[in-house]
């Protein structure tokens, strides 16, 4: 068996309104669903991608207002990659640099430009010019030209580099190259699996210091299964290895089931269906709250309980596309 790559990725913000703005107009992705935690229906959790939150596109967060700081570090998901057309990076930097973003410059990884940057939350993310059959969403704030064509794929910095790659191995990635990081000598070992868009996992051997959970940081990175049996199937196939896998839990968009690798990271293998359209069209994604059936009846105290979220998805004007960057 072999996944597609990746699901989504999810992450801890803090105010989600400043969330919902960045990733929206700053960004340019659609905001696809609000609905809450299912398992802390006093958190929100918010979905961003493209028009449809396509399975390799979805940025998700729990936004904890007024939570700590996190810190990326060993144990954790340490860079999410979008991937952005050829020739769009000096856009970005100059687009990000008009905002609360930390840009912390461009570098050339396994021959290609990169450009890396923390979102206000201090949570790392970079863009990486690749090829990728997603359409950027067109009614966002971004130029069509430069925008934001899914995830290219992500970093970790493991605990346990090996096991973490026995586990890659399992889930259908193969080691395609190492390089070394400039800033610290650090391996940086890259694993891609079969599929159009969303393949590349990177594993970086370093050591200390340890990541630390909160405002900052990723909390699991999802693998994609094409449908609820495939999925049972890799329930089957890593217990066998050895590792504690949940049962299978319904997320409403997608049924999940989770395992802690021996590096530390929280992975989830998420099923491509039902999608976000399960409860709403695609005209009014993002527009409402959203709650699964089961939680319905709590409605009244789960609404009030949820900080107001009044933010515009798209706050910015279209820019121009001269605007941010020559066209290369």
Do not use: C
């Amino acid at each position: 068996m072999q996944t597609n790559g990746i699901h989504h990725v999810t992450a801890v913000a803090g105010d989600p309104e400043a969330n919902l703005a960045f990733y929206t107009g700053v960004l340019g992705l659609r905001f696809v669903k609000r609905t809450v935690n299912f398992d802390d229906t006093a958190t929100y959790h918010l979905y961003y991608g493209d028009e449809t939150g396509t399975p390799g596109t979805a940025l998700t967060f729990f936004p904890f207002d007024g939570a700590r700081a996190g810190r990326p570090g060993r144990g954790q998901a340490v860079a999410t990659a979008f991937a952005v057309p050829e020739g769009s990076l000096d856009y970005w930097a100059d687009r990000l640099a008009d905002t609360d973003a930390t840009v912390d410059g461009r570098h050339t990884r396994f021959g290609t430009d990169v450009l890396s940057f923390t979102d206000p939350d201090g949570q790392p993310l970079e863009l990486v010019t690749a090829d990728a059959p997603i359409d950027p969403w067109s009614e966002g704030p971004v130029p069509e030209a430069y925008g934001i064509r899914g995830f290219f794929g992500v970093t970790l910095h493991s605990a346990d580099p090996d096991a973490t790659a026995n586990v890659l191995d399992l889930l259908g990635f193969s080691r395609v190259g190492s390089e070394t990081e400039p800033d610290d000598g650090a391996d940086r070992v890259r694993y891609t699996t079969e599929g159009e868009h969303a393949t590349v996992v990177d594993v970086v051997h370093r050591g200390p210091p340890r990541g630390r959970p909160g405002v900052g940081t990723v909390h699991h990175v999802a693998f994609r299964a094409p449908d609820e049996d495939t999925q049972l199937a890799w329930r089957d196939e890593l217990t066998d290895a050895g590792q504690f896998v949940t049962p299978q839990k319904d997320r409403q968009y997608f049924r999940s089931i989770y395992f802690r690798e021996p590096g530390g990271i929280l992975f989830e293998i998420a099923t491509d269906g039902p999608g976000f359209t399960a409860d709403e069209s695609v005209a009014e994604l993002g527009s409402e709250l959203k709650l699964p059936a089961w939680l319905e009846d709590e409605r009244d105290q789960i609404e009030a309980s949820l900080p107001p979220l009044t933010a515009e998805a798209s706050p910015e004007p279209k820019a121009a596309a001269a605007d941010g960057g020559d066209e290369e």
